[in-house]
């Protein structure tokens, strides 16, 4: 009997079925799946020994699925990194995610559509599941999780050309968090890639402000537009605040020369009744170190007495 290949792939298990023949062309197929995330380009097939007829016989018998143009994986089930990876190859030439997929692998945010980005010197054509923006000169590129991106500069610079306002500041506030740019690097991206069109509205974006106003929730940027609103002192949010037990907490809004925090609250009823004892535990170990604490759930956010309580919690 011949020998069985298997192997992970991003928390996948992979068992390929006995092989009597050629089995050296399996091999090597699995040694450049398991350097690519699970898959493998048409091209990589033919060197390994895999004929046209061959890798059409194995799409139809299913031991080879079709992943992108060009492009294959051993298992019908793939991780999305598998699916990066996959986007990258199918395009030729020269080719790194860039874009809101660079963005998302960075964790700055999520996609707005399933399309993958792609940026390439060469030629090719955007597809529905990708668009591909083309370069004439080579990019610095970086790698993460073993996928090439363009630089965290230039994928501020092309989120840029498409975000502006708060939606900006919210991307630049993360590149900052997960320290990926500093303050400076964020200023100077222009100068770096002269005539891109994001210049102009990422140079409207005061980086040490955006620091300050990283919200992680939808509630959080709900009740930070809400607070930017009132003629009120503009809060720190995601602050870094220390209890009387030395323990270290993550205040959702902190206003450090009132010593004062807000919290918001997204749980449901039966959520916060569990979580009480937990948040008075919170609440008093910040309140022996001088801070009080104050809570609001949506319903409080978007009454018409949340502008005067922040104002009497401030004293202003």
């Not at 807000?262 to 979580?275: I, M, N, P, Q, V």
Request: hydrophobic share 40%; glycine share 8%; with cysteine.
């Amino acid at each position: 009997m011949g020998r069985r290949w298997s192997f992970r792939v991003g928390g996948v298990s992979i068992v390929l079925p006995h092989t009597n023949q050629k089995s050296h062309t399996q091999g090597r197929i699995v040694a450049v799946c398991r350097r690519q995330r699970g898959v493998i380009e048409h091209s990589q097939l033919i060197t390994a020994g895999l004929g046209p007829s061959g890798i059409v016989h194995r799409v139809r018998a299913m031991t080879l699925f079709v992943v992108a143009p060009r492009v294959y994986a051993l298992s019908p089930v793939i991780t999305d990194d598998a699916l990066r990876a996959a986007m990258v190859l199918s395009v030729r030439g020269r080719t790194v995610l860039s874009s809101w997929s660079a963005a998302e692998l960075l964790k700055w945010a999520e996609r707005p559509s399933q399309a993958h980005h792609v940026t390439t010197l060469g030629h090719a054509k955007s597809r529905p599941d990708l668009v591909v923006h083309r370069t004439r000169t080579e990019l610095p590129v970086i790698r993460v999780r073993g996928l090439p991106i363009t630089e965290p500069a230039r994928v501020l610079l092309d989120l840029a050309a498409h975000r502006r306002g708060r939606p900006l500041e919210r991307l630049v506030g993360e590149a900052l968090f997960h320290r990926h740019l500093t303050e400076a690097e964020v200023a100077a991206a222009g100068d770096r890639y002269p005539g891109h069109t994001g210049i102009a509205s990422l140079r409207a974006i005061d980086p040490d402000r955006a620091r300050n106003r990283r919200t992680t929730t939808p509630l959080e940027e709900e009740a930070l537009l809400r607070i930017d609103a009132l003629p009120v002192p503009a809060p720190i949010c995601q602050y870094e605040v220390y209890g009387h037990s030395g323990r270290r907490y993550y205040a959702d809004f902190a206003w450090p020369q009132h010593r004062v925090i807000l919290e918001t609250d997204g749980r449901s009823a039966h959520e916060r009744r569990r979580a009480m004892d937990r948040d008075r535990d919170r609440d008093g170990d910040l309140g022996a170190a001088g801070w009080q604490t104050y809570r609001v759930t949506r319903r409080q956010l978007l009454a018409a007495a949340f502008a005067p309580r922040v104002q009497l919690w401030l004293g202003v």
